[in-house]
């Protein structure tokens, strides 16, 4: 009897309980249909929190490197008064206007820790994927306007686990750099044609650049070319008012100013004593004839990379399966290029497609034709193809699936990705390279030194900024004017004794060998070996007898 007494109340509080949820679920929705506004911006909220937590995830899976770090011991520094990075030596790319700025905000919050870059790229990746919905969506509404946003959204719902998290979650690395040019093409897409709207384009378009040339390919260029090509077609056809070319022209004027604006700020940075941007390493020519093969290929690689596809080298079958399912997505985007490209110069082109059309066609070609186009590495200098192709399948064909009834198939297709994110979150979280070298060092009181480019910036994340290995160039002879601080090489204001050196991997390894060190420095007083390091201590100052190049005035 005691047993079946218990079963009845066990049954009441379910039927209690399933009550209770009703009675919540009745009084929201009531709620959400006064406020329907209010209801959206929280459904909004809770899809943006998700995300990004999502996209935190999935950032910790892969170990971060020196790159990220460099990024954000720049912000460190701002954060500390340093605004101009007086006395620092960048990389090609300075990530001043966008990503410094986000590394303060974060290292305000959580002080400087490995964590904050995961933060960082998972606040710019969420960023990225609503506002490519927002952008897909355009001006459609009701199932229409909700099929584009998810179509565009969704085929940035899921990366692939190693290689997409490397190139899209590994923090500051272009891109940041699709965040302002597509709130300028929302701009566009929403704002009526009034003149401070080129003011507003060329603002962004400025910022854009100033953080990173990519930009101007990815953003002014196409600007300009399709306003270009619009006021062109207006003259020709004579179809449009005056007003309405006149509009066009003050759009591409303002694209074109900020190439000049962008340099300018850049030099004028550099003029007052700010940070000194080493020109691009391979140039911007264009490769020879003989390479443009292995670029197609490369590029085609990449491709599949960005969109999740890569199913070359996947190690396990969920792999294969997951990438050979984001084929689907590549697919869609494709299809949805081509659509633009042959109504690009139709008499009703829109132009946020033109632009999005001409953007992509520009960054493709000078990945084929220049210099840059490698496997893995170069899908970085094409990054911004995977947003805006997005965008693209879902403005134009969007409205055809609703149109065909296929909505079904794509909610499928978004539970498919829905799960591929799951399973890339429930991967284990990689510590930061290098964090058990930076705990070792602190505990043996050596909080200044020397290291290899790789061993450096991280190893210094890692301890929070406690410990401080300074980069040397191969051979280990000289500093590395490269993401790093002059002051960290000048005996007047800084010390080193002691140099760090690995054993592992092989490509590391040979930077800087322990003989390096010894032909530069003499012996050492005392020699350390731990795991793969061998840290070299020394009684006087290495600092004294480095050469430290003569980099942007410094």
């Known amino acids: 009897m005691d047993i079946g007494l218990t079963e009845q109340a066990s049954a009441r509080r379910v039927s209690a309980g399933r009550s209770l949820f009703r009675e919540h679920l009745l009084r929201f929705t009531q709620w959400s249909r006064r406020h329907p506004r209010l209801a959206w911006a929280a459904a909004a909220a809770a899809v943006c929190l998700v995300l990004f937590w999502c996209y935190l995830r999935q950032a910790q899976t892969y170990q971060l490197n020196a790159d990220p770090a460099g990024q954000a011991l720049q912000a ?15 990389g090609d790319v300075s990530f001043y206007t966008v990503e410094l700025p986000l590394n303060m905000i974060i290292e305000l919050i959580v002080g400087l820790r490995p964590v904050e870059i995961s933060i960082l790229a998972a606040l710019i990746y969420t960023a990225v994927v609503l506002l490519t919905a927002l952008l897909a969506k355009g001006s459609a509404r009701g199932r229409e306007g909700v099929v584009r946003a998810l179509l565009g959204g969704g085929i940035l719902l899921a990366p692939s686990l190693v290689l997409g998290t490397r190139v899209l979650m590994q923090g500051p690395d272009h891109l940041g750099t699709a965040v302002p040019i597509l709130l300028m093409l929302l701009v566009l897409d929403r704002a009526p044609e009034r003149w401070w709207v080129p003011v507003v384009v060329g603002v962004l378009l400025t910022l854009a650049q100033v953080s990173d040339v990519l930009a101007t390919f990815a953003g002014a260029a196409a600007v300009a070319v399709v306003c270009g090509v619009r006021v062109f077609l ?32 850049l030099w004028g940075i550099n003029a007052v004593g700010g940070f000194y941007m080493r020109p691009p390493k391979n140039g911007l020519g264009l490769a020879p004839l003989s390479a443009l093969p292995g670029h197609a290929g490369d590029l085609g690689y990449n491709l599949l990379i960005l969109f999740g596809a890569d199913f070359f080298g996947q190690h396990t079958v969920v792999g294969v399966i997951l990438a050979l399912l984001h084929l689907t997505g590549l697919a869609l985007a494709l299809w949805g290029l081509l659509i633009g490209l042959s109504g690009f110069f139709g008499r009703a082109a829109d132009r946020v497609v033109q632009v999005l059309v001409a953007s992509t066609v520009i960054i493709l070609a000078a990945g084929t034709f220049g210099n840059y186009m490698s496997k893995i590495v170069g899908a970085h200098e094409i990054v911004t193809v995977l947003p805006f192709c997005a965008v693209l399948a879902g403005r134009l064909l969007g409205g055809g699936l609703v149109k065909a009834r296929l909505t079904p198939l794509l909610a499928v297709g978004l539970a498919c990705y829905l799960g591929a ?6 991967q284990p979280v990689r510590a930061p390279l290098h964090a058990d070298l930076a705990d070792w060092l602190e505990a043996h009181h050596l909080t200044t030194g020397l290291a290899p480019y790789w061993e450096s910036n991280i190893t210094s994340l890692d301890s929070g900024g406690r410990v401080r290995l300074a980069p040397l160039k191969p051979g280990g002879a000289s500093a590395n004017p490269y993401e790093s601080h002059s002051a960290w090489f000048d005996p007047a204001v800084s010390r080193a004794n002691f140099v760090v050196t690995v054993s592992a991997p092989p490509s590391d390894a040979a930077l800087v060998t322990p003989g390096d060190v010894r032909a530069r420095f003499g012996p050492p007083a005392r020699t350390y070996h731990f795991e793969e390091y061998t840290v070299m201590v020394y009684d006087y100052n290495l600092l004294t007898r480095l050469r430290v190049p003569s980099v942007g005035g410094f």
């Open 76 to 90: 460190w520094d701002m954060l500390h008064g340093n605004l101009l990075l007086h006395g620092w030596w960048l």
């Open 234 to 265: 207006d003259s020709v056809r004579r179809q449009r008012p005056l007003k309405s070319a006149g509009y066009d022209l003050s759009l591409g004027l303002a694209a074109v100013v900020s190439i000049g604006l962008a340099h300018l700020v």
């Open 421 to 426: 994110l799951a399973y890339n979150d429930t």
